[in-house]
């Protein structure tokens, strides 16, 4: 079984989305540990804002499998693939890690390097993963966040609910043949 850590983002119909998007992670994978839902600006583009929040789940699927399967669940929810990469869109599911793995695996980059990089991905990762070392760096998210120019972008979080109950939350595994 591996620990999986996904961000999840959208800034078209979000509230619909990002709902969409935990339903078909609960429903594959069972257990989930969710973080708050945080509202930041478009990176990289003028767009309107986005909600980002990161999941985490064990699953006994390979990341040759994984990958595809989170691509499905993107397509399922009309993600257009055809317009520029820094572009609005309606759900992006990106694995930010998988294990301990470091390097490129089918195709994916791992650890994700948003990580460093953005605060939309390292604060909700760090909220739920606190004490949890980055692969390549060796330093706990929580550490990394504490260490992070929070001026470099504008991030905040904001009231979500889902399944009636309000973010952040671990929802329980669906029944034992989840994942």
């Known amino acids: 079984m591996a620990q999986v850590y996904v961000s999840i983002g959208s800034n078209i119909d979000r509230d619909h989305y990002i709902s969409q998007a935990l339903d078909a992670l609960h429903k594959h994978f069972g257990g989930l540990s969710i973080s708050s839902v945080y509202e930041s600006e478009a990176v990289g583009f003028v767009g309107d804002n986005f909600y980002n929040l990161v999941a985490g789940f064990v699953t006994d699927l390979p990341l040759v499998e994984l990958s595809p399967l989170l691509k499905k669940i993107e397509d399922e929810n009309g993600r257009c693939r055809k317009g520029p990469k820094f572009s609005g869109r309606t759900l992006d599911i990106d694995i930010l890690t998988y294990?301990?793995?470091?390097?490129i695996h089918y195709g994916v980059q791992l650890p994700r390097g948003e990580i460093t990089k953005n605060a939309f991905v390292l604060w909700p990762l760090a909220e739920i993963a606190a004490d949890v070392a980055h692969p390549a760096i060796g330093t706990t998210y929580l550490e990394m966040w504490s260490s992070y120019d929070k001026a470099?972008?504008?991030l905040w979080s904001i009231d979500f609910q889902w399944q009636g109950r309000s973010?952040?939350?671990?929802?329980?595994?669906?029944?034992?043949?989840s994942g």
């Open 167 to 177: 973010l952040p939350c671990v929802f329980e595994a669906l029944d034992s043949t």
């Open 99 to 103: 294990d301990d793995l470091v390097g």
């Open 152 to 154: 470099r972008q504008k």
